[in-house]
């Protein structure tokens, strides 16, 4: 079975440009969480869709937003870039919410705001 | 606010002895508790986990204990192998909320052969 996908790998973006990160999940798994981490954060939870439904939100401003499509792909788009939204992006999935014994990370998109 | 503390960055211990990784947590209401190793370059994968019925759960070399009444957590290895240098998130949710984990900063541990 395939892992999960993420791309880009790597992005480097200017200030005030918008980015969007799309994630694949394993075949099958229908919940795509997405994390940010930064080296003094950790790993922060961003949003969890199931379904094509956003069923969490973490505590970051509206910049932050996210899709789910029918095939269970995940997109995170970034908008107005600021110097701190440099990070690691990781994407997760699962079968079902909650079953964190069974969620699976992606490599992550790393991100550069210059 | 960091809701999940890994107090310190970094951990050598030699090939062979115990490693012991620790993390605390503020929230009483949390009731699952993870560990994810994470390799350079590559994502998080899970390790062990525990509930808060419990406050001991093993699996292999890997042993996880929870005090909560301290709101504490360690992760213990034995012995300690030089593939297990990585650096270690332990993460923590409360039931029904989804995949809403809160990670700690990671400790990176290095085992020296």
């Known amino acids: 079975k395939a892992g999960v996908t993420q791309t880009p790998r790597y992005l480097i973006k200017t200030r005030g440009q918008q980015v969007t990160l799309s994630c694949s999940p394993i075949s099958g798994h229908r919940s795509v969480s997405w994390y940010q981490q930064t080296p003094g954060q950790g790993l922060q939870f961003l949003f969890e869709?199931?379904?094509?439904?956003?069923?969490n939100k973490g505590n970051f401003p509206g910049r932050f937003s996210g899709r789910q499509f029918s095939n269970s792909r995940s997109e995170m788009n970034v908008s107005t870039l600021e110097l701190g939204d440099s990070a690691l992006y990781l994407c997760?999935?699962?079968?079902?919410?909650?079953?964190?014994?069974?969620?699976?990370f992606g490599p992550g998109t790393r991100l550069t705001v210059l | 606010d960091q809701q999940v503390k890994q107090n310190s960055p970094s951990l050598s211990v030699q090939e062979g002895r115990i490693s012991i990784l620790n993390c605390d947590y503020t929230?009483?209401?949390?009731?699952?508790f993870l560990w994810y190793k994470k390799y350079p370059a590559e994502g998080p994968t899970f390790l062990i986990s525990i509930s808060s019925i419990k406050d001991k759960n093993e699996d292999g070399r890997f042993t996880v204990f929870l005090n909560k009444s301290a709101k504490h957590l360690s992760l213990h290895i034995v012995p300690s192998q030089p593939g297990d240098s990585a650096v270690y998130f332990c993460a923590a949710s409360q039931k029904n909320t989804g995949n809403q984990f809160y990670f700690g900063t990671g400790t990176s541990l290095t085992v020296i052969p």
């Open positions: 997760a999935s699962s079968s079902q919410p909650g079953l964190a014994y069974e969620q699976f």
């Open positions: 869709y199931f379904s094509e439904t956003q069923r």
């Open positions: 929230n009483s209401m949390f009731d699952y």
